[in-house]
């Protein structure tokens, strides 16, 4: 994780696209600016980072669904839950599936898990765009191939 | 149709908090419900899922904003509901 630069997700562990599901690694780092102020004497990992992190691991099961044509945009969270602290160094799995494919939306659930344990879950609705500037297309193509994204063929195509 | 439109006015009444009894087949969505895009988003899905199917929001969208459809023909809920009924038609057809 880069956490000033939004980069949450370190690694894609699976991407099950018949299955509609995606797991991810993501080590929050034991050092940043953000710890500094949240919070000074007990640095934490803020749980809007958490819940970004999610809406990244759910934006990449979307982009790999749709075969890096669209972009997915967050629209909303619902029913999110952040249910222990994480601190600097953690490593984190993180889980998604898609719950609805709309038309130009999409519905999906992710959970966080730190050792096996759930430390934070939310449903997250995106809008489905195509991507609106090809240079956002293509920087998101370089960040897909630094974590692995599988589907290299399509990140080109 | 009937059964359609208490199906769509329930859900949009839920999800929404609207009064059912404010929710109307001549009602607008968007003008008289003050439904709005993202709302109805939560919207499409429920009805996507009480009926099997997938409104088509994104051709919908780009016929009105080009001008080729008016918002009436797919957000007035009586016009909303016969195009539902089409698109199930259509699945079992």
């Avoid at chain 1, 966080?112 to 449903?123: M, Q």
């Avoid at chain 2, 099997?52 to 797919?74: R, S």
Wanted: with cysteine; aromatic share 8%; proline share 5%.
């Amino acid at each position: 994780m880069r956490l000033e630069y939004f980069q949450l997700i370190d690694r894609i562990v699976a991407l099950d696209l018949d299955a509609r599901t995606i797991e991810v690694h993501a080590q929050v780092p034991q050092t940043s600016t953000i710890f500094e102020g949240h919070f000074p004497g007990h640095p934490l990992m803020p749980g809007v980072l958490l819940i970004e992190s999610m809406a990244q691991t759910c934006g990449w099961l979307l982009i790999g669904l749709n075969g890096f044509s669209r972009m997915p945009f967050l629209a909303a969270v619902k029913e999110a839950k952040l249910r222990s602290f994480v601190a600097p160094g953690t490593a984190l799995s993180i889980t998604a599936s898609l719950v609805h494919d709309g038309s130009g939306f999409a519905m999906t659930r992710a959970t966080v898990r730190s050792d096996g344990k759930t430390v934070c879950e939310a449903d997250i609705t995106f809008r489905i765009v195509p991507f609106p500037d090809p240079r956002f297309r293509a920087s998101m193509a370089e960040v897909a191939r630094a974590i692995g994204f599988p589907l290299e063929v399509r990140i080109d195509g | 149709m009937s059964s359609t439109f208490d199906t769509v006015a329930n859900i949009i009444s839920e999800t929404c908090d609207i009064p059912r009894e404010k929710i109307t087949p001549e009602s607008h969505a968007i003008d008289d419900l003050g439904i709005d895009s993202l709302d109805f988003l939560d919207i499409a899905f429920a009805i996507d899922k009480a009926f099997g199917i997938k409104l088509p929001l994104e051709q919908w969208t780009q016929e009105v904003n080009d001008g080729k459809a008016t918002t009436e023909q797919y957000f007035v809920l009586g016009n909303l509901c016969t195009r539902i009924d089409s698109l199930v038609a259509a699945k079992g057809a």
